[in-house]
């Protein structure tokens, strides 16, 4: 149920039309939690059904106004419930690893070239971060929700750090095994 938590977090951030928050998706919380527009405009509909948003009066009524959303009490409020409830982490499931596992037994053509790809977007992700945290988190930038938002934009730069070292170990490794690759 993250996608509704995450939009309810948009929202509280900055009320918003639908449109606003896919493109917000786009730009920010996309990078841990993906959603597609539809996914998001489905989302939305239930949300409001549920008495967790509302959609903002117009300032003047007209025929296909983009409409613009905001979180009432009941929202809030189980956004703090759900952000203070406990939940475990989730298993690690990642296509790479098992076509890796899976090369063990039967063998490793064409899985360079893919690591080297993989590589490649790994740094290219990372450099964005590092330079979202430098146009975003400039020093002395340390009220507290920037801070936690800063705590989440280091996650993926340690994240992107991490791949970026493990696939780098992993192409000297794949490059050392004796046979065709």
Known sequence: MSLPHAILTALLERPSSGLELTRRFDRSIGYFWSATHQQIYRELGKLEAEG??????????????????????????????????????????????????AAAVVGTDGLEADLHRHLELHRRQLAEYQEIQRRDFPPGK?????????????????LETFWTQWLTHALDELGELPGPR
């Open 142 to 158: 340390d009220a507290p929700e920037d801070r936690l938002r800063h705590l989440v934009l280091r996650a993926g730069i340690d």
């Open 52 to 101: 967790y948003i509302r959609t903002l009066p117009a300032e003047q009524p007209a025929r296909g106004q983009k409409k613009s959303y905001e979180v009432l009490p009941a929202g809030r409020a189980e956004l703090a419930r759900w952000t203070a409830a406990a939940q475990d982490p989730r298993p690690q499931r990642d296509v790479l690893l098992l076509r890796l596992r």
